[in-house]
């Protein structure tokens, strides 16, 4: 109990450098285990693929070795070499040629048969001849075949080391059963060269080395030419802790360095593959890593000191200034913003206050502005109801198509008028469906065609099933329409061409009108694109602006009107709206 009332009666600094103390702790041991933990099995993954990369490699030196034991085992009991052996006094010279030849043929393909085939020959007794895969010499010296015979009678390995030469020999008859001499001996002398440039591939740093080792013959092969190490590797190899295992792993001491050795012994060669490389090359990362450790935990607790009293100095000061600021707009001011002097996590803090407050004022401005908006559409609705100039226009058609008889387009124009009367005086609904819409626009395309006659060709493309019951705005078509014949064509006295089109794409149902007036310039489509752009209230709205805000308004900020240079070489205006909303 003391010491839970000494430490609430402890200052705020100290309890938190405690709590980040207690906090941190049991993060650092855990990191520690950890590294510690990672460490080691970084250390046996590494160790796993050196025996791997061992294992692979002397199963396939092996196989490769054990491959050319079994063709010159085939050849120990040729045919050939043995009538060559036995050679009859019945036998011509130039029968015992071709015999002769055909038995280099087969040394040739014995030499042929792998890289670490150096050369191969037969020696026949009874000719006292020594033949190879090209040519052929004088016999072998009786020492040398004594020593053959001498290790064939008491070497486990077929890898017989004599004169620097590692070889493979086939002696019949056989020393080990009989003690007479042999009538032919064929051997197989392995290329150290090509031995040598095969060890190399099973290392995987530089100063890794690869080496064969007989221990009982006392011979070895390495891929490099630095041999101290071999006498050293022997006795490793020779300790009785290993000499029965044949595979293993251990630490060398040499020279005062150390170096981590896996070898694996083959039974069929009796001969070891050894891997050696320097025992910093496995540990000496894990090594710095540990040391890195510990210098990070001493810098920590500094840090942590630090920290605390950071937090302690900077802390008070913005939270209170933030909760003040909450207060403020609590009360109804809407004008607060408030900045750090620092940057820090508070700058973010600071900088959501003051987006949320500006969020609130957009979201009542925007509220205002579409109640404007409503209104002043609902006044251009009233506008376009009663334009003077295209009742006029329409009358003063009706008379002239009467005066002329012309008693069909009457009845045409009168039933598109009476549609059109019809859809624009019905205001019980703000959203119609599309197809509503279109046969609206449509009509009021018929009564201008009507009008202005072959100076003005217009074309209405077919309305995408998906999407004629999509909920639009009541009359955001027939404005876009009637600006291209009011301004894009306005002075076109023939060859004039507008076109109505919608097609669906992803989702997204694209309306393009579009003419080949010359009434809008380059600078004249900025000044429109910009008006579209900026939504800063004006006091008079064309009728593209118009639309756009109210599909702005309906449909949210990413739909709308965009406006470009068309094909034709007029205005092109695209109305996009998504394909929802179906009614």
Known sequence: MNLVHALRRTSILTKLVLTFMLTMTPLYFISLQINQTGSRNVKEEIIGSLESRLHYYLSAFEAEIGRIMRLQEQYAVDEDIDKLSALPPSMS?????????????????????????GEAYAYIASLNRT???????????????????????LQQSPLAFANGQLMINSIFPSPVYSEDPPAYILQTVLSRREIMAFLPQATNHKDEEALLMNLGQGWSIRGGEDRTMDERIAVFLKDPARLGSPIGRGVLEADGRSYWVSYERSSLLDTYFVIYLPEKEITGQLHKYRDWIWIVSFVSFFVILAFS????????????????AFRRVEHGAMDVHIRHRNYTEFDYLYGQFNSMVSKLNTLIEEVYESQIRSQRSELKQLQSQINPHFLYNTYFMVRRLA?????????????????Y??????????????ETEWAHT??????????????????????????????????????????????GLKDKLAGGIAELSARVEEGIVRIR?????DDYDEARIERVRRLLVYSDIEVERTGLINVHRRLQLTFGKAYGIRI????????????????????
């Open 442 to 487: 449509f009509s009021y395309i018929e009564i201008q065609s009507m009008r202005f006659g072959e100076r003005i060709r217009t074309s209405v493309g077919e309305l995408p099933e998906c999407c004629r019951n999509l909920l639009v705005p009541k009359l955001f078509l027939q404005p876009i329409v009637e600006n291209a014949y009011n301004h």
């Open 564 to 583: 470009s240079r068309g094909e034709m070489g007029g205005l092109a205006v695209d109305i996009t709206i998504p394909q929802q909303g179906e009614g």
């Open 309 to 324: 009293y950071w937090i302690y100095r900077v802390i008070h000061s913005p939270l209170r200034n933030l909760v003040r």
């Open 513 to 517: 009108i579009q003419d080949n007036g």
């Open 93 to 117: 010279d130039y029968e015992a040629i071709e015999l002769q030849k055909r038995v280099q043929n087969k040394l040739l393909v014995l030499k042929s048969s792998s890289l670490f085939v």
């Open 131 to 153: 033949l190879d895969s090209a040519t052929y010499g004088g016999g072998m010296p009786d020492e040398r075949i004594w020593t053959l015979q001498s290790l064939a009678r």
């Open 421 to 434: 009367f019809l859809y624009i005086t019905r205001n019980a609904d703000d959203l119609v469906r599309l």
């Open 403 to 419: 005066e002329e008889y012309d008693y069909d387009n009457v009845a045409r124009l009168a039933q598109h008028l009476g549609d």
